[in-house]
């Protein structure tokens, strides 16, 4: 993943912003709106925005008005100046890159998300982590200081340890908001993430969300986790399940198959560029698809086993199932098998048993664990065979391999 810092023209001012990038060519472009007085830097906010990029999907986040980077003063801000902003945020992705298939909103940037999406045209799918039915529902930040906001017109107040001017016209512009009807006429595929025990914003705002909107709508428990997203594996299972749930409703997410001369039957196992990412690969093996790919380090994108992997898995599988054979054959009782490989260069002078070689070799170490009441003796019988199965024979075997072209 690489990232771009940008800046646009906002409601007041420049708005700062991320734009992070896939590699290669991203399929679509998302964009996060964060949560209240929140910036495009909070955890969950980077963190969806990264797992998003793992399957390809662009994302821009950003700050609004008057917080994080971004110019112009907050308390001169309000509700309506954020659905602004992400209108503005809309349009810079459109003009400069494309329109974002893709809106997700956070707490109030939720709220803004669904708002702003009413006017936009196109078919964006809409996601809404934590957000609020209502967006009068942020002002019991400052119930405190509401009635000094009324008869002042302004009032300094504390959020999440940091101080902030509010102004009477935020209060008003909150209170003024026809959300019901934003839902209403949303028109859009809508998913709404929602933690039950959430203490910020409660789980009655998403059944509020829920029942207002129109179908096609998705409503997913974020069992566990907290308002913030703050547990790294939350974050990843809200955008896991993003990408897999926009998938029916973004056709730049709807995975082809790549064409190919070559065919996979029964007999034969074909691979070929998946186009996603410099090394990932789309695996058909004897009608059984699978992926491979090399880890980030070294330019890959992660999606798939490596092929040293996969090699290690078929001795692997095929271990067991020898084990698995013998000791069916023998009614021994063996309950389970499983078999933890690893590969590695090692130079031939390390290796006791490589007499006449020299240079680096290739070793593969075999952990085996049988579980069952089995003897002494027949786990070291399992444990002889283990080392006989094809794939084990074949590797220590002198191979032929004919390449041509097609």
Aim: aromatic letters at 6%; charged letters at 25%.
């Amino acid at each position: 993943m690489r990232s771009e810092k940008i800046t646009f023209e906002g409601s007041d001012g420049l708005l700062a912003a991320r734009l992070d990038l896939p590699v290669g060519k991203p399929k679509t472009y998302a964009l996060f709106a964060h949560c209240f007085t929140c910036s495009k830097d909070i955890f969950a906010a980077s963190r969806v925005a990264a797992a998003l990029t793992d399957l390809g999907v662009a994302t821009l986040r950003f700050d609004f008005t008057g917080l994080g980077q971004s110019g112009g003063e907050f308390e001169n801000t309000n509700f309506s100046s954020n659905i602004n902003d992400l209108l503005l945020a809309v349009r810079y992705l459109s003009e400069n890159y494309e329109t974002p298939s893709i809106l997700i909103g956070h707490s109030l940037g939720g709220a803004a998300v669904l708002a702003a999406a009413a006017e936009l045209e196109g078919e964006q799918a809409i996601v809404t982590i934590g957000a609020p039915f209502d967006p009068a529902h942020v002002g019991h930040h400052f119930l405190d200081h509401q009635q000094d906001i009324e008869e002042s017109g302004e009032a300094t107040v504390n959020i999440g340890g940091r101080s902030f001017k509010v102004k009477k016209q935020f209060l008003e512009d909150i209170r003024g908001q026809a959300q019901e009807e934003h839902l209403k006429n949303l028109h859009k595929p809508l998913l709404i993430f929602h933690a039950p025990l959430d203490q910020t914003v409660g789980i009655n705002n998403a059944a509020n969300i829920f029942g207002a909107a129109k179908h096609p709508k998705s409503f997913i428990s974020l069992d566990g986790a907290d308002h913030l997203l703050s547990r790294r594996a939350d974050a990843i299972y809200v955008a896991d399940i993003i990408g897999n749930w926009a998938k029916r409703y973004v056709p730049a997410l709807q995975e082809e198959t790549p064409k190919t001369a070559l065919k996979a039957d029964e007999n034969s196992t074909v691979v070929v560029e998946a186009g996603t990412s410099k090394f990932a690969q789309k695996i058909d093996s004897t009608g059984h698809p699978m992926r491979a790919d090399e880890p980030f380090h070294v330019g890959g994108s992660n999606t798939g086993p490596t092929p040293y992997d996969l090699l290690v898995s078929g001795l692997g599988a095929c271990t067991s199932m020898t084990v698995r054979m013998y000791a069916d054959r023998k009614k021994w009782p063996l309950e389970q098998v499983a078999v933890r490989l690893s590969h590695k260069k090692i130079h031939a002078e390390d290796c006791a048993e490589c007499e006449g070689a020299t240079g680096k070799i290739d070793q593969i170490d075999k952990e085996i664990e049988l579980k069952g009441d089995l003897t002494t003796e027949q786990k070291t019988r399992l444990l002889e065979i283990a080392d006989r199965c094809p794939v084990h024979q074949t590797l220590h075997s002198h191979v032929q391999i004919n390449t041509r072209l097609t």
